[in-house]
Structures are given as C-alpha cells and as structure tokens.
C-alpha cells in the first residue's frame, strides 16, 4: 500500500526543546516538502529536497532544519529558534521536482507546553 | 504578484445545491492549477487541476472553469452532498525550475442535510 506516513500525529514540545516530525515515502518519489498550516490560512512552504542530499529553503524556514539522507525519508527539526511552533505540519512528495503533482501526508500537529 | 486570492473563507449550502469557490492570481506565467480537498486532521488530496489551453474541466461532479484573460478559475461542485463538507483549497504553480505550489488561503465548505 503506496503512500506517504508522518509521524507522530499529535506532538507536544517543551521551551527551549527541539523536536523532529518524521516523513517516509514509499512512492519511489524524488522529490519532498515541508509545509505548515495554520488556521485559516494556506500551506506555506518551509523546506523542500529535489534529490537525496540536496534541499533548499522555502518561505518560512527559519527555527527548521531538515535532512535528506535517504530517498524515502525527509525529516523536519523544529528547533528551539521557531518562536511560534503550533501548527498542522504537512509533509508531500512529487514523483520528480518538476512533477506538479503532489501527495500529502496526514499531518503531524504540533503543541506547545 | 506570486499570490493566489480565494474566495470566499467559508461557505454553506444546501444539499443537492451548486458550490462555487473562486481563485484570481496575477502572475501570467501560472500553467498549472490544482484544486485540493481537505477533511479535517487529514492532508490534503489532490481534487481536479487544469492547464491554461482549455475553459473548462469535469471530472464528475467536480467542474473547474478557467478564464485566462480575467486571470481567475473557479471550482463548481454540483449536487452538493454532505460528504463534500471540507476545506478546499486552489493553488497554482508555473513549469520550468522548482514548481513551487502556491496555495490560497482555502475555502472552509459546509453542506446541510
């Protein structure tokens, strides 16, 4: 069964802490994206990776780090430097970067304690 | 100029009824617009999308006209129902380089019984 896992669904992140939100595909996709959804408002990209180990920086991406070791995998660091962390959290790939279509993840949602 | 306006932020009608979002943008080099249909705690799906050499395009109930000259395209979903109640969101994106997706602010629909 193809798709696109995020996990957790619901994390909780202390002042001062960094967490990591998971991504994994097994679309055989090239490329990934990070966005982050707040409510009432569009997605806004924060990181996306072409090919493995490249990625470039979106819209909004300071306080966020990423990693792009393995084709499958593309994980998100919230950082402590991200002031304003509560969000829905969308991870999406695309079969290559110039592929139009993308397919989303169903979300990680991030608290602040 | 990279913006895509949508409207409008909620909707409700009623079931059997006609439901039209609308989205305008400015940059003439946008050649690809999706529609995406969101459930709540979900990621989005990819709906319908359109290319700027036709009008219009149906897939079911789903219709999206597109007017290249007033730079707007607008999602119709007919016979509305109950299971459409979602956040829709339009979004477009140009060829060549990094098909960035820019998204509208999205679309919350409520269908009643």
């Known amino acids: 069964d193809g798709g696109i896992t995020q996990s957790p669904k619901y994390l909780f992140r202390k002042e001062g802490q960094n967490v990591t939100l998971s991504c994994e595909q097994n679309?055989?996709?090239?490329?990934m994206y990070w966005y982050r959804q707040d409510p009432g408002q569009g997605l806004r990209l924060i990181y996306y990776s072409q090919i493995v180990n490249d990625f470039q920086k979106g819209d909004i991406a300071e306080g966020y780090s990423v990693s792009r070791e393995k084709k499958e995998s593309f994980p998100l660091t919230v950082t402590s430097a991200q002031k304003n962390p509560t969000a829905f959290y969308l991870c999406?790939?695309?079969?290559?970067?110039?592929?139009?279509?993308?397919?989303f993840g169903p979300g990680t949602r991030l608290l602040v304690l | 100029q990279q913006q895509v306006k949508q409207s409008p932020q909620s909707l409700i009608v009623q079931k059997g009824g006609i439901s039209i979002i609308n989205c305008a943008y400015e940059?003439?080099?946008?050649?690809?617009f999706p529609w995406y249909q969101q459930f709540p705690g979900k990621g989005p799906a990819l709906l319908i999308a359109i290319r700027p050499d036709v009008s219009e395009k149906k897939e079911g109930r789903f219709t999206i006209s597109f007017n290249k000259s007033a730079k707007q395209f607008s999602l119709h979903i007919m016979d509305s129902q109950p299971g459409d109640s979602a956040t829709y969101f339009c979004a477009a994106s140009m060829s060549g380089g990094y098909n960035k997706l820019i998204f509208g602010a999205g679309t919350r629909l409520a269908v009643h019984p």
């Open positions: 679309l055989n996709h090239d490329a």
């Open positions: 940059n003439t080099a946008f050649d690809y």
């Open positions: 999406a790939s695309s079969q290559r970067a110039l592929q139009e279509t993308q397919y």
